[in-house]
């Protein structure tokens, strides 16, 4: 289960995929977690991922 909360969200899948998974799709498979879901509920942040640092700013 993934976090509501965007702010947490953030940090919660930016420290999953720098500690445990290789890709967003890798991570959302493991928590049946939706990835649109999660790349939409970060863009109100504006926030994107960014292969570069294999997170999201």
Known sequence: ???????????????????????????????DADPQAVFDTLAALDDRYDPAYHQFI
């Open 1 to 31: 289960m993934l976090p509501k909360d965007p702010y947490i969200l953030r940090s919660f899948v930016n420290t999953k995929l720098r500690d445990e998974f290789k890709t967003l799709k890798d991570l959302c498979a493991a928590l």
